[in-house]
């Protein structure tokens, strides 16, 4: 959800959801992980959702890029 960030704040842009990854940028886990999100979901389902939350890094709006590591199952989908 989006949080309340006052009166005075200066909301400018929003979310697009841009496939072009720059050239050379690797996805590659954390040598210590944030955390872990098990899930299950069925062979036979039609698939779901599971919602993570990624909180920004800098104290600003930033641009961010979202993948999996290589290996990771093909099935696997990530939008904004």
Request: proline share 11%; net charge negative; aromatic share 12%.
């Amino acid at each position: 959800g989006m949080e309340n960030l006052g009166p005075d704040a200066v909301m400018m842009g929003g979310i697009e959801e841009n496939s072009d990854i720059p050239a050379g940028m690797e996805f590659v886990p954390a040598s210590v992980p944030d955390g872990e999100f098990p899930f299950q979901v069925a062979a036979s389902s039609k698939g779901g959702d599971f919602e993570i939350e990624i909180k920004p890094f800098c104290m600003s709006f930033e641009d961010y890029f979202a993948a999996f590591a290589p290996g990771a199952n093909p099935s696997l989908k990530v939008s904004p």
